[in-house]
């Protein structure tokens, strides 16, 4: 079974650093992906970046990246200049399985970032 | 474009009633999830639907119901309240076949059950 491990329930952050995110997964499928969501205190998902498990490049997006180690079985995720509006929880999630499907998502337990001035 | 809309916002039952959430999204997608996230915790999915008329259990179904009779339209009834259904409960879309496409999140129902 597929499974997702955010060890770092929270992190504090000075403004205009940068800061990892951790996510391990445990998959035993060799397709799968890799979706990273923040959740503001308002309390919507919204997705930063997904990276594919066939994919040859780490994933960027802005200032997101992703730090995607597969032997490791980790995609942490880097946010660069980190800003006050990056404050948020930060969920990784995985799909398994072949890519044309149903995407049926696993989520980790979250992370909640704080970003002091 | 309203994207995904998810009725009511916030309500309270009491146990044992019963009350369907309302999901509805206007981009055409095909699949469309009902997820739950508990205090502190992340989502998990409830139901998933690849299709009008096309439904499958996820992760945790116990306790609730989904049809999907339109491409549009998809409810989540959950028939006996009980207290541990308390809950944000979020519904998702997505496009097309490729599961690299996120999913688009409405904004969730806060649900109490006392």
């Known amino acids: 079974a597929q499974k997702i491990t955010q060890t770092q329930p929270g992190m504090f952050v000075q403004e205009k650093e940068a800061v990892t995110l951790d996510c391990t997964y445990d998959t035993s499928d060799q397709s799968y992906g890799l979706f990273w969501y923040k959740q503001p205190s308002s309390g919507e998902m919204i997705f930063l970046i997904y990276?594919?498990?066939?994919?040859?490049q780490n994933a960027t997006e802005g200032r997101y990246s992703l730090n995607f180690q597969k032997a490791r079985k980790s995609a942490n995720l880097v946010i660069s200049a980190s800003q006050l509006g990056d404050s948020a929880m930060y969920f990784c999630a995985m799909r398994e399985g072949r890519i044309q499907g149903a995407q049926k998502l696993v989520f980790g337990q979250g992370t909640r970032l704080t970003i002091n001035p | 474009n309203a994207g995904v809309t998810q009725t009511p916002k916030f309500r309270i039952l009491k146990i044992g009633q019963s009350m369907t959430l309302q999901c509805a999204q206007d981009m055409n997608h095909n699949y469309m999830y009902w997820y739950r996230q508990d205090p502190g915790m992340g989502l998990k999915l409830i139901y998933y639907?690849?299709?009008?008329?096309?439904?499958d259990k996820g992760e945790v179904p116990n306790g609730y119901n989904v049809s999907r009779s339109t491409t549009e339209d998809f409810p989540l009834r959950l028939e006996l309240a009980a207290p541990s259904q308390t809950s944000v409960y979020f519904c998702a879309s997505r496009p097309g076949h490729y599961s690299n496409q996120p999913q688009h999140f409405g904004d969730g129902t806060r649900l109490s059950i006392l």
């Open positions: 990276q594919g498990s066939y994919d040859e």
């Open positions: 639907s690849v299709g009008a008329g096309i439904t």
